[in-house]
């Protein structure tokens, strides 16, 4: 049987960079000091005039998950809701998925030797008690998670995003609203 696919929601004009999404991750997932399933990065310059925002990324669950097609072990899959995840029954720890990630997801564990990286809190979707952490504490809703479908029809959002690679290279399960221009 196959469901809709989940996805990633984040509005950039909304992140303040507070990080909570990453704490909300770690704590939710026990992710031990060292890898970070959820990043926030802080993107600035001086193109136009000064400007500078967060981006609050994971792994996206692509359509296309080019850490599954590296993975020699075959320890990446896709669930048929969407979700990528590893078996880390099979991973063998080579990193040859965190290579071929265009968006850095999958981390080393130094406690397990293998790989790891957000399974987009498959655990509480399934026992039925909510979506990602990430998404559930973000105290300005500029991370939400929902079903593709629904989420790629909001007014305004886009697949292509600020530094981020072509969306055609993965076709990542995440959709932006991009900053909007401040004018003086």
Known sequence: ?????????FDANRCTGCRTCEIACKV?????????????RTVQGDEGGPFMYHVSMSCNHCEVPV????????????RP?????????KCIGA????????YDAPQFSDETGKMEKCN??????????GGPACAEACPTKALQWGELEDIAAREGVTDQFGPLPDAEITKPAI??????????
């Open 1 to 9: 049987m196959t469901t809709k696919q989940h996805a990633f929601f």
């Open 28 to 40: 939710e997932n026990g992710v031990e000091l060292g890898p970070r399933w959820r990043k926030v």
């Open 67 to 78: 850490c599954a097609e590296a993975c020699p072990s075959g320890a990446i899959e896709k």
């Open 81 to 89: 809701d969407g979700i990528v995840v590893v078996d880390q029954s």
């Open 95 to 102: 990193r040859l998925c965190a290579w071929a990630c265009p």
């Open 120 to 129: 987009f809190c498959s655990h509480r979707i399934d026992a039925g008690i």
């Open 175 to 184: 959709r932006f609203i991009p900053l909007r221009p401040v004018h003086s």
